[in-house]
């Protein structure tokens, strides 16, 4: 009987642990760079494009899968924030330093490369996001030699790096406002904002409602997974009084909880093989020097290191911060290239600055698939070569 339940629990070991979702995406991005240089590319990007309705097959994914992702992000945002690693100040100084370096200066990088390509500009967002599910999943494929404090500091900057691109996304690439649809969307957060002071714990009147805002969102011109935040900062993070004070049977962390195998197991990796294809037909040297490519890939790589490891230095030298438990600045420097993993919501937000333009989304694509891979290789060697520091745990 032991043999038989044996492979059950060494696949429910891997779906439990922190490297799966990003294996798992890894997975996916291979597969899709493999099928779009192979004789299924036509069907694979005919399959994209074609209809499900009102909707395209590709923005079914891009506006309808992801607005579950940013609904995950939003439940992560307000849980840290109320109850979690940034529930306090002590605890949001070195990682929200680290996370506002590690976008101001991908940003910078970015903008100097493309200043002389009006058209390239306004994809200066794009190295700015960091890719918690691969980084994590490369942190966590380290094992005992990398300090449980690094997992919890990665962990807390991706978090408040998320809120940053969601400001970035509802900011600077929504157009075309519908003022009717719009308002119409503000009076269905009011009225979960109703239900939330109302206590109702119950989740699906917070669903259906929040169906209703997508849809709503979708059409006002902001873009629709913001949708995806906002029913998530409405959900309640109390429990009846019956309970006790377990925060565990919340709403918030009963939706959280449900969405955790659904968001880095499916929602990623479909979003990954639909986004991560591009054909390679032609790429050279020259290409991946070409001014967008490369400004994605260095703002990913040099921008994150000097951003996220010099904003964390300053902070620590001038005593606003300590270094992470059982940590060097080795460590730091690895894990500042490790942020610079940018896969998901860069492609995301690189979809969005160039929505009508295939060809500057393919750069993109190039840039960000480079400069993510080689900010994993030199972010787990310089990790491979760090001292191990005492006390360094699994956690």
């Known amino acids: 009987m032991q043999d038989q339940q044996r492979p059950i629990s060494i696949f429910r070991e891997f779906l439990d642990s922190e490297a799966a979702g990003g294996i798992i995406l890894m997975v996916a991005a291979a597969l899709a760079l493999i099928v779009a ?10 399959a994209l494009h074609a209809y499900l309705g009102p909707l395209s097959v590709s923005h079914w994914i891009n506006d309808g899968l992801m607005a ?11 849980r840290e924030m109320l109850d979690g690693q940034l529930s306090t100040w002590p605890r949001r100084v070195l990682p929200g330093v680290a996370a506002a370096g590690g976008m101001l200066v991908p940003a910078l990088v970015y903008v100097a490369i493309n200043r002389n390509d009006p058209a390239a500009l306004s994809g200066w967002a794009i190295p700015t996001a960091t890719d918690i599910a691969f980084a994590l999943g490369v942190l966590s494929l380290l094992g005992s030699r990398v300090p449980g404090s690094l997992k919890v500091f990665l962990t807390a900057l ?6 940053g691109a969601v400001i970035i996304i509802a900011v600077f690439y929504t157009s075309g406002l519908s003022l009717a649809y719009l308002g119409a969307a503000f009076a269905i957060i009011a009225l979960l904002v109703v239900l939330n002071r109302m206590k109702v714990l119950t989740l699906l009147p917070y669903l259906v409602l929040g169906l209703v805002l997508w849809v709503l969102v979708l059409k006002s011109g902001v873009h629709a997974t913001l949708a995806g935040v906002a029913l998530a900062l409405t ?24 969405l955790h195998r659904i968001v880095p197991f499916v929602v990623v990796p479909i979003f990954g093989f639909a986004n991560a294809g591009v054909s390679l037909a ?15 890939a260095a703002g990913l790589v040099a921008g994150k290191l000097v951003g996220v490891f010099g904003s964390s230095a300053l902070a620590i030298r001038f005593g606003f911060a300590d270094l992470p438990v059982n940590a060097g600045w080795l460590h730091m420097i690895g894990i500042s290239l ?3 993993i940018g896969f998901t919501m860069s492609l995301f937000i690189g979809l969005l600055a160039f929505a009508s333009n295939v060809e500057l989304q393919d750069a993109v694509k190039v840039g960000i698939l480079a400069g993510s891979f080689m900010a994993a290789i030199l972010g787990a060697a310089v990790l491979l070569v760090a001292p191990a520091a005492n006390g360094a745990d699994e956690d």
């Open 37 to 46: 240089n192979s004789p299924l590319a036509e069907t694979y990007f005919d």
């Open 235 to 258: 959900i309640p993070l109390k429990v009846s009084p019956g309970i006790g004070h377990d925060l565990e049977h919340s709403p918030l962390h009963r939706l959280e909880h449900g």
């Open 282 to 296: 032609g790429l050279s040297a020259a290409t991946l020097v070409e001014p967008l490519t490369l400004g994605v």
């Open 158 to 163: 991706a978090i408040i790096d998320d809120l």
């Open 68 to 78: 579950v992702f940013f609904l995950l992000v939003g439940l992560e945002i307000k």
């Open 338 to 340: 490790l942020c610079g």
